[in-house]
């Protein structure tokens, strides 16, 4: 029913950062949080941002210290920065809306972290 999608992907070198942005269309209204996922080729989706509607967030081990989720005051489009990158973190990313009675998500842009 909500249309996510991202933008902001790209190559990157180790140690540098990217902001992965998430538009949304339609209603949120109702939803629990906003948040990001990724995944590489071969592994599962993972976990690795979320903010819930209320503001708070949380993030993954493996983002924490790197990584900030924020929203526009709107909470019409979801933000990722990501910073200090590592060749582990290439992905791809999606966005992700979880409302009580559904979750929906983006098609995912491409994060590559390489020399």
């Known amino acids: 029913q909500v249309q996510l999608v991202e933008s902001g992907g790209g190559l990157v070198q180790p140690g540098g950062s990217l902001r992965l942005s998430c538009e949304t269309s339609?209603?949120?209204?109702?939803?629990?949080?906003m948040g990001w996922y990724r995944q590489a080729p071969g592994k599962q989706r993972e976990l690795v941002a979320v903010?819930?509607?209320?503001?708070?967030?949380d993030y993954a081990d493996f983002v924490k210290g790197r990584f900030t989720i924020s929203r526009d005051n709107s909470k019409k489009t979801v933000h990722l920065q990501m910073n200090s990158l590592k060749p582990e973190d290439t992905a791809v990313y999606y966005c992700?809306?979880?409302?009580?009675?559904?979750?929906?998500w983006g098609k995912g842009t491409l994060v590559t972290v390489s020399s």
């Open positions: 992700m809306l979880d409302f009580p009675w559904r979750i929906d």
């Open positions: 339609g209603s949120i209204i109702g939803f629990n949080a």
């Open positions: 903010m819930s509607s209320t503001g708070i967030t």
